[in-house]
């Protein structure tokens, strides 16, 4: 038998949690944590002192309460000293932000691009743009504690090999190595699934801080999906999993890219939505299009959103007797689809769903909007830092062995 | 699911001289859900919500508050419970701007003067709560907003009060696809800040969108109040048309019985065509 944890890994590990508390839950008081993080005072004051000490935190007077005797300290973020850079790499745009510790957005920059495949290169070269330029204008004394990168495709998990992103024609794309090399900086870069960053930031501070299961979908001209279960990404074995879009809903229909028939992407994608309604688009405006035309009366667009509206339903009425969540989320396109079909979707959950699996099952949209992913990426830069805080936090007195 | 529900309104009966409005009616909506609130017209939503409001006196029946019985006699006893309601019409002034709209006839004053840096404070507050992105500046004239900013204006007025209960007469009516979507989202948001929200819509897919439970009046009766995730669209649309759908509904007799007694409406044919082309 395993002799139990060090007083050491203790430490670490709290310093870890009230670390994540505070960026989590923001500006803090000492009471609270006490509360949240079941340690008694003096334990909260010595982990708040080392944080402090490595420039992760500081304590500030709170404002003013309105109630009687010495005020508890407000344990806050560093948030200007300790960020993170966060970039997406979506089918038609390319987002960097410089991301605080406490997830506060210090600055961000975006450019639209054309659909279609491109090589790596094309956005490795601007997304380095926008670093450095953000870079740049970045206070001296702030330190960068890693990069996470969201793309659409599937992403080995230990090293960013993008190993197929089917939307953008990217097969085994060594997208997190060769952005490491660009940058040029010592701390980590990693690589997500854009699906998957967006679940991690609708549970971490979106449409689903409440919910410990919760299936994030991401629509653009493929469906993507990011699964928590029990408080935990599912990823599988290689951390491949989650490609809900290629789930078969109906194994007579289109032809889908990967070379099946019948996808569920082929079914309810962008493409199925303006086929159907025959018309021309692209993106949002061209769903919104269609939409707008159904809501003026146009007979073949009401057909259109109500067809995908239905297979819409239908896979999330397998994800739901699946995985049993609580809040499936709409994020991407996905969200104007739901928003305009909902009455279809809700129907055909009701009716293939088991009544045990959907009667808790909450239908939402991002609570942050377009920005999931992006944020999910920054949460996942993050993560290193907030495991344990004092071997990262402090570069200056931990040279270079500290890069993994 | 079994906490008392925060507006619970019992056998409630109200008539216009000799037409009879609402009969026997029974509704309820819980803090943290969206309670739609659905009926062809002249089935007796707005009769029900002004009984809710206070703005007409109820003939019989339980008003509950908290699971306490209350008399509301006027809207200010309504507004003093913690419920408001949201018209249609909005009833903002468009020669002022977002924060001299929201504090309209309650200002906050310190001494003789306006107390203005608190009540832009507040406003601002009230619409960060609702995560509201869409106005750039809360000294906006409100005649320079838009449709769907004008909606989240009323709304953001209406929660300011610490209310408890928030209904909303059609706030989808005359909007755009895309504030619709913003409108919707933002009725979630408040259903999930732990308020409890009536959704008065003809919408069936704004419905579906947000809704915790669906309230179908047929004729001034309650058809059925479900969980939205017990029934289909064409069931809600059953119950609206003809206040019953398999189990669910009105029995038999009751229907005829509706149909009879209503004698202002013409029970014969319903809007079906127009249910449909709503989506």
Known sequence: ?404 | MTATPILEMRGIDKSFGPVQVLRQVDFTANAGEVTALVGDNGAGKSTLVKCVGGIYPIDSGDYLFDGKPVTVHSPRDASSLGVEIVYQDLALCENLDIVQNMFLGRERTRGIVLDEPTMEKMASETLDRLSVRTVKSIRQLVASLSGGQRQTVAIAKAVLWNSKVVILDEPTAALGVAQTAQVLELVRQLADNGLAVVLISHNMNDVFAVADQIACLYLGRMAAQVKATDVTYSQVVELITAGRSGDLGLQAAAVAAAGNGNGSHDAGVTDLGDMNGAQ
Not at chain 1, 152 to 178: F, Q, S, Y
Not at chain 1, 237 to 259: L, S
Not at chain 1, 335 to 361: F, I, K, M, T, W
């Open chain 1, 1 to 404: 038998m395993r002799a139990g944890p060090s007083q050491e890994e203790i430490r670490r590990q709290n310093l870890g949690a009230l670390l994540r508390q505070v960026h989590v839950h923001g500006a803090v008081s000492r009471a609270e944590l006490t509360n949240a993080l079941g340690l008694n005072r003096s334990t909260i004051g010595a982990l708040t002192a080392d944080l402090a000490a490595a420039g992760l935190v500081r304590e500030e007077l709170p404002k003013e309460t309105g109630r009687a005797g010495r005020p508890s300290l407000v344990v806050r973020a560093e948030s200007e000293r300790i960020f993170v850079y966060a970039l997406l790499i979506g089918v038609d745009r390319l987002v960097a932000a410089r991301i605080g510790l406490g997830g506060e957005i210090l600055d961000r920059r975006e450019r639209q691009r054309g659909r279609g495949e491109f090589v790596a290169s094309d956005v490795i070269t601007p997304l380095a743009e926008f670093v450095n330029e953000m870079h740049r204008k970045a206070p001296e004394e702030s330190t960068c504690v890693g990069t996470g990168v969201a793309v659409a495709g599937i992403v080995r998990r230990e090293d960013g090999l993008v190993r197929l992103g089917p939307m953008i024609g990217w097969v085994n794309e060594p997208l997190g190595t060769a952005l490491h090399e660009v940058l040029a900086m010592d701390a980590p870069t990693y690589v997500g699934n854009d699906a998957d960053l967006g679940a991690l930031a609708e549970h971490i501070r979106g449409a689903g801080t409440d919910s410990d299961n919760i299936i994030y979908l991401s629509g653009d001209v493929g469906i993507g999906g990011g699964i928590i279960a029990g408080g935990r990404p599912v990823a599988g074995h290689g951390g491949y999993g989650g490609e809900v879009g290629h789930m078969v809903v109906n194994p007579n229909g289109k032809p889908c890219i990967c070379g099946a028939r019948g996808c569920w992407m082929t079914e309810v994608g962008e493409h199925a939505l303006l086929a159907a309604a025959d018309r021309q688009g692209i993106g949002r405006e061209g769903i919104l299009a269609v939409v707008d035309a159904a809501n003026r009366g146009d007979a073949l667009a009401q057909a259109a959103v109500r067809d995908v509206g239905d297979w819409l339903g239908f896979g999330v009425a397998n994800l739901v007797n699946i995985f049993n969540p609580e809040t499936v989320i709409f994020g991407g396109t996905l969200r104007d689809l739901y928003l305009a079909g909902a009455a279809q979707v809700r129907s055909r959950l009701n009716r293939n769903g088991l009544p045990a699996c959907r009667e808790h099952v909450r239908l939402r949209t991002p609570g942050l909007g377009d920005d999931s992913s992006l944020i999910g990426a920054a949460e996942l830069a993050f993560q290193r830092l907030l495991a344990d805080p004092l071997d990262v936090g402090a570069p200056a007195t931990q040279p270079a062995e500290s890069t993994v």
